[in-house]
């Protein structure tokens, strides 16, 4: 009997080490990067926040530079390092500042920061019932925005320099953060890159408000403003469509201030898919910027 009760204390010592160690791990992996990491003191929030600062291998304190923010933590942090010191030393990009916002750890932080305010609790995807007049809602992303706009930028603008270009990175439910952005406070990045977009939350919540900002609000977007959007093609049906309709809404209501492109990788499955974007996503913005600079001015 003695024998079978150290047996079951040894197994149990072991478990609560495995599920010490794994904790451990996946907090390391959350929360810690291979660059700068920050912990910022949020009174929008009202919490603490840690943000990963990738810098140039050549930082020089007196030099300026572009600036992306990344919704997704260490998620493909790795792949844009990798694509923006392969770029061509000429590239206006090459030397680039990226940040980027993990998501909380021991609070489950993701949806409530990056799906939209007008968006339903548990992110539904089946109609609204007709009698329904106050849905539950649930995103919070207009205070993670304003943590980003009053809180991170100025913190970012106040430790280093930098140019004009800003670009705000997002992929899935970061990517439904990124059209958001785009739509709430589109002179807030001059580039939107957008992953694999949950814009299928709540019915198709997301797509209609998009559709509708194009088509009301043409003189919203007052500087040029770059828009990419990807999806893998072996997605769910319901990523396929929100993309499909996104790009719909894209080509029917053209902004000559907003140039934006897409892609579908083919065989790409929802986690595939940033990987295989950021090349052709850096590649079409620095188009892009080409196309700027060359343009004569009136």
């Known amino acids: 009997m003695r024998?079978?009760?150290?047996?079951?204390?040894?197994?149990?010592?072991?478990?609560?080490?495995?599920?010490?160690?794994?904790?451990?791990?996946?907090?390391?992996?959350?929360?810690?990067?291979?660059?700068?990491?920050?912990?910022?003191d949020s009174k929008v929030l009202n919490e603490s926040r840690k943000v990963f600062i990738r810098l140039p291998d050549d930082f020089d304190k007196n030099?300026?530079?572009?600036?992306?923010?990344?919704?997704?933590?260490?998620f493909n942090l790795a792949n844009w390092d990798k694509a923006l010191k392969a770029l061509n030393?000429?590239?206006?990009?090459?030397?680039?500042?990226?940040v980027a916002i993990p998501n909380q750890f021991f609070t489950d932080t993701r949806n409530r920061d990056l799906v939209p305010p007008y968006a339903r609790k548990d992110v539904n995807i089946n109609p609204r019932p007709n009698n329904e007049t106050s849905p539950e809602l649930f995103g919070k992303a207009d205070l993670f925005l304003a943590f980003i706009e009053q809180e991170l930028l100025p913190y970012i603008a106040a430790n280093y320099k930098l140019t004009s270009q800003r670009g705000l990175i997002g992929f899935s439910a970061g990517g439904s953060f990124t059209l958001y952005t785009l739509h709430s406070k589109p002179q807030l990045f001059n580039a939107y890159f957008v992953f694999s977009p949950a814009a299928w939350y709540d019915d198709m919540t997301v797509t209609k408000r998009f559709d509708t900002f194009l088509k009301t609000?043409?003189?919203?977007?007052?500087?040029?403003?770059?828009?990419?959007?990807?999806?893998?093609?072996?997605?769910?049906s319901l990523m396929l469509a929100a993309y499909n309709n996104l790009v719909t809404s894209l080509a029917k209501h053209p902004n000559d201030w907003l140039k934006w492109g897409s892609t579908i990788?083919?065989?790409?499955?929802?986690?595939?898919?940033?990987a295989l974007s950021v090349d052709k996503a850096l590649l079409n913005y620095m188009a892009f910027l080409s196309s700027q600079i060359n343009t004569p001015s009136d």
């Open 3 to 40: 024998i079978k009760k150290t047996i079951i204390l040894n197994v149990l010592l072991a478990v609560s080490v495995f599920g010490f160690v794994i904790t451990g791990f996946s907090y390391y992996q959350n929360n810690v990067s291979d660059f700068v990491d920050v912990t910022l």
């Open 63 to 74: 030099k300026a530079y572009p600036l992306f923010i990344k919704t997704d933590g260490n």
């Open 89 to 98: 030393t000429e590239s206006i990009l090459n030397e680039a500042i990226l």
């Open 217 to 236: 609000n043409v003189n919203s977007i007052k500087q040029p403003t770059f828009l990419y959007i990807t999806v893998g093609g072996a997605e769910q």
């Open 265 to 274: 990788n083919s065989n790409a499955e929802h986690n595939q898919n940033p």
